[in-house]
T-cell receptor
């Protein structure tokens, strides 16, 4: 059982470039979320989804887009990368309210 | 919106006990606890629900005081493997949004 799979694991971008971080889960979870974690900091919610076709903003949504066309996939798009977006990005899924979050291994993103 | 954790950091000797606190200014209906080792993803420890029982994971237990909107994580007879950063998390307001606290870094030394 793969759980939550994130790709790529590492990425270096130049300022202004765009890219998509991939997240897929095989647990049939309705709820999926994207978090960013800056060095020595907690996890901040970027965007989340409660099912296919339903997404909403979290605490720090600016500069990021998401879509949820299937239950399994929840990609995160950086529209025009900025150095302030250098961070570790975690995707998480859960079955529903009051259920544990399952995390992917993270994507370490550096923007020069 | 984020729950507030205290202390920010704890240094223990193996076998000592520690308490980590998590509080919110808004009503809590559930509190999750996670542990993150350096360079890894957070891992779920336990969840406490409003009106539910105190939970336990190995020698780690937690309580949830709904009236005070607080939860505490108790690490008893700490082991070296307990080192890491502990996060509480909860759904605040909109039940679909999940927020994490700022974390408590625990360092257990031999």
């Amino acid at each position: 059982n793969a759980g939550v799979t994130q790709t790529p694991k590492f990425q270096v971008l130049k300022t202004g470039q765009s890219m998509t971080l991939q997240c897929a889960q095989d647990m049939n979870h309705e709820y999926m979320s994207w978090y960013r974690q800056d060095p020595g900091m907690g996890l901040r919610l970027i965007h989340y989804s409660v099912g296919a076709g339903i997404t909403d903003q979290g605490e720090v949504p600016n500069g990021y887009n998401v879509s949820r066309s299937t239950t399994e996939d929840f990609p995160l798009r950086l529209l025009s990368a900025a150095p302030s977006q250098t961070s570790v990005y975690f995707c998480a899924s859960r079955e529903g309210r009051y259920q544990p979050q399952h995390f992917g291994d993270g994507t370490r993103l550096s923007i020069l | 919106q984020q729950p507030v954790q205290s202390p920010q950091a704890v240094i223990l000797r193996e076998g000592e006990d520690a308490v980590i606190n998590c509080s919110s200014s808004k009503a809590l209906y559930s509190v999750h606890w996670y542990r993150q080792k350096h360079g890894e993803a957070p891992v779920f420890l336990m969840i406490l629900l409003k009106g539910g029982e105190q939970m336990r994971h190995e020698k780690i237990s937690a309580s949830f005081n709904e009236k005070k909107q607080q939860s505490s994580l108790y690490l008893t007879a700490s082991q070296l493997s307990y080192s890491g950063t502990y996060f509480c998390g909860t759904e605040i307001g909109n039940f679909n949004k999940f927020y994490f606290g700022s974390g408590t870094k625990l360092n257990v030394k031999p």
